[in-house]
């Protein structure tokens, strides 16, 4: 995290100049930091919000297929080394509704 705030990121979340982007040393160019495993969460936390999201090639994926593959492993009592749980597939909403009261508490303290 210090390596990116020495290099000109801002990772306050809270920050009215919060930042994940920066120039490139060399080519002035601006470089995003995308953390992979932190994308593929929030792919599968808006499926699980919007039940229904399109590919590139306007293709449907569909939350129910998430149901669809974790009730078959879980009949079978395989996993297909996707890693999918319950936790994935059930908490989706509970986990964003504790995150959003994190930040609604953490935004009310730094009112004071």
Not at 23 to 37: A, G
Not at 64 to 82: A, C, P, R, S, T
Request: hydrophobic share 40%; with cysteine.
């Amino acid at each position: 995290m210090s390596v990116l705030t020495n290099l000109g990121c801002n990772l306050d979340l809270f920050s009215s100049d919060f930042r994940t982007c920066l120039k490139h040393l060399v080519s002035d160019y601006n470089v995003c930091i995308l953390d992979p495993r932190h994308m593929l969460k929030l792919v599968r936390n808006t499926l699980g919000d919007k039940k229904l999201i399109f590919d590139e090639n306007d293709s449907v994926i569909k939350w129910d297929y998430i149901n669809l593959l974790h009730k078959v492993q879980e009949q079978e009592g395989l996993h297909f080394g996707n890693q999918l749980r319950s936790a994935h597939v059930a908490c989706i909403k509970v986990k964003r509704m504790h995150i959003w009261q994190l930040s609604y508490r953490v935004n009310l303290l730094r009112l004071r």
